[in-house]
Each structure stands twice: as structure tokens, then as C-alpha cells.
């Protein structure tokens, strides 16, 4: 069970730095993000100041460690893809590239997983995973409705100018 929670938290996290590195462009503070989740996952868990000082910096060396791994690998699918004639051949390596990301990703899990026990109780760390979910998931929707609050705002200006 605890494997899942954090391989699921894993997966959000990626999906969040690849967001936040896109959305770079579109003015979203990564450091404003990272006090406001860290201040969120504290308070949601329940962490001390000195349990905080300890699992932070932990959890954003796997997050780091876990986007290098994305990056390099959306840099070799965006090589394939921006080839017009991709081959089967191609398409198989992608998948098989997929899958060994994920089987890294879960060595890294498993690599960090005693490092977390040796700084939060079982609780605590159980909460954090699910605080730091939590604030994933609402930053995620949040971004999505300012996005689409800014496509229909510009569609709402495109219809006016052509009236």
C-alpha cells in the first residue's frame, strides 16, 4: 500500500515540476509554489520545524533525481517525434523507454524509502505524502481553471473584435 502512495505521490510530483517548467514561460513562481507546498505539508502533517528541516530537503533530492530521469527521457521521445517517418521500431523503443523509466523510478522510491523512515514516524510521513498530494492536485485544478479562464476570456475578446 505505502509503495503505491508513493509512487502515486511520485508521479504527481513529476507531473507538477513538468507543469511548473512549462508554465515557467507563463509566469508560475516555482520558489512561491515550493514555500506555499512546503508550508502546506507541514501544517496538514503535522511537522515539527526540525522533522520539516529534514524531510524537505530529502523529499526534493528524490524529486529532482525523478525529473532528471523525465527529462532525459521527454528529450529522447521529442528527438523520435519530431522525425515525420517514426517506425515501428521507434515506437517499440519509446514504450520500452516508458517502462524502464518507471522501473527507475521505483528503484528510487525503494532507495529513499528507509532515508524517510529514519526522519518521520510512519504517520507523519503517511500524512506528508498525502498533504503533498492534496496540494498537488488542487494546484493542478487551479492551473487548469486560470488556463481556461484565459481561453475564454481571449475567445470572448476574438468574438467582440469581430462583431
Not at 529532482?64 to 515525420?84: A, G, P, T, Y
Amino acid at each position: 500500500m505505502r509503495k503505491s502512495n508513493i509512487l502515486l505521490l511520485s508521479v504527481f510530483i513529476l507531473f507538477l515540476y513538468t507543469a511548473a517548467l512549462s508554465a515557467q514561460n507563463k509566469k508560475m513562481n516555482m520558489a512561491d509554489y515550493e514555500k506555499r507546498k512546503m508550508e502546506f505539508v507541514r501544517k496538514e502533517a503535522g511537522l515539527t520545524q526540525a522533522e520539516a528541516d529534514k524531510y524537505f530537503p530529502l523529499n526534493n533530492e528524490l524529486t529532482q533525481k525523478k525529473f532528471e530521469l523525465h527529462k532525459r527521457h521527454r528529450d529522447k521521445v521529442q528527438r523520435i517525434k519530431d522525425n515525420s517517418n517514426i517506425s515501428d521500431e521507434e515506437y517499440r523503443k519509446m514504450l520500452e523507454d516508458d517502462v524502464e523509466i518507471k522501473l527507475q523510478e521505483a528503484a528510487l522510491d525503494k532507495e529513499y524509502a528507509p532515508k524517510f523512515e529514519r526522519v518521520l514516524t510512519p504517520e507523519k510521513l503517511y500524512r506528508a505524502q498525502q498533504a503533498e498530494r492534496s496540494f498537488i492536485q488542487k494546484e493542478v485544478s487551479n492551473f487548469r481553471s486560470e488556463q481556461g479562464n484565459k481561453n475564454s476570456q481571449k475567445n470572448s475578446l476574438g468574438n467582440n473584435r469581430r462583431r
